[in-house]
């Protein structure tokens, strides 16, 4: 018998990633390194390849860069869940996404901290912006 995970199931690590994204309120966001913290495990590069093997049915859209640049090939669609959900972006004319200036995330605003998870209610990003560790 392995220690490797079945093949119908997720690797536990992913399974941890994926439950943080559902966490994320609608119109927030929290960063690759904000989700590993919030583990207290992994690191950015580590939750980007959960995100991009396993998170086509979560909430994809709100684990971001932490520059606030849009997923590239995925814009469009990121826009659009943005838009619906009022996402925070920088300034109504990079809102638009056209070629030259491409959308980004108001990553001071749209950021979320991981408070009041409990009650599924966002709060505010701190000073830092940094999501806080819940291990």
Do not use: F, K
């Not at 966001?29 to 989700?35: E, F, K, P, R």
Request: hydrophobic fraction near 35%; aromatic fraction near 6%.
């Amino acid at each position: 018998m392995t220690a490797e995970t079945p093949p119908d199931r997720l690797p536990e690590y992913a399974e941890r990633v994926l439950e943080v994204a559902e966490l994320i309120p609608p119109g927030r966001v929290m960063t690759y390194g904000d989700v590993a913290e919030w583990l207290g495990e992994g690191g950015p590069r580590q939750v980007g390849r959960v995100m991009a093997l396993y998170g086509g049915a979560a909430p994809w859209w709100r684990v971001v860069r932490a520059d606030g640049r849009l997923l590239p090939g995925h814009e469009q669609r990121a826009l659009g869940h943005y838009r619906e959900e009022a996402t925070p972006l920088r300034e109504t004319a990079t809102a638009r996404g056209t070629a030259d200036r491409p959308a980004r995330l108001d990553m001071r605003r749209a950021r979320w901290d991981g408070t009041g998870v409990a009650d599924g209610a966002g709060g505010d990003a701190d000073d830092t912006g940094r999501a806080m560790a819940h291990n």
